[in-house]
């Protein structure tokens, strides 16, 4: 199976980030692409910008690289209850190819914060999504309080509880 991983935001420490990769790392006889949304980045999308300019290649890239994945593992960040500016742009962009976006494939959706939310507005907004655009979406998993349950030095979940259950979202991305 090829998976395409990537956190959905453009920070460098993006605790997501670290999220998505440990997860990636559980996973076995799988081959990983991991993104870096800092590759895609483009000016801020514009029905004016499409006309004069076209879709930019990074756009076209994306949706390419979605397009040869088996499936998707994506943890969200939250700005402000919803996605970042940078996921947002990029999925603005890359739906004017096509609004099916993720081309129906198998994807499970995370999500991490430092506070107790876990990202639960931006994940929800994904989730509920996703089918409407092409996803077909085989679980979610949020995680609060990120620095309570994982170990940044280790880069590891150090809760057994949250490992299960990531465990448990993870495999039903495998079936």
Known sequence: M?????AASSSRQSINKQLVTYATQQL??????MLDLN????PLYSIDKEQEQGIPDHAHRFY????????LLISFAEHNASYTAAFKNLYDWTSRIDAKVYQNKP???LATSPGPGGAKNVLATATTSA???GGELKGSL????????????????RNEEKKQELMNVLNSLMR
Request: hydrophobic letters at 45%.
């Open 64 to 71: 390419k690289k979605i397009g040869e994945a088996d499936a």
């Open 142 to 157: 949020s995680i609060a309080s990120f620095f309570d349950h994982f170990d940044v030095e280790k880069q590891e979940l």
């Open 28 to 33: 076995s006889n799988v081959d990983v692409e």
């Open 2 to 6: 090829k998976l395409l991983a990537f």
């Open 107 to 109: 994807m499970v959706m």
């Open 131 to 133: 089918p409407y655009f």
């Open 39 to 42: 590759d895609y980045e483009m």
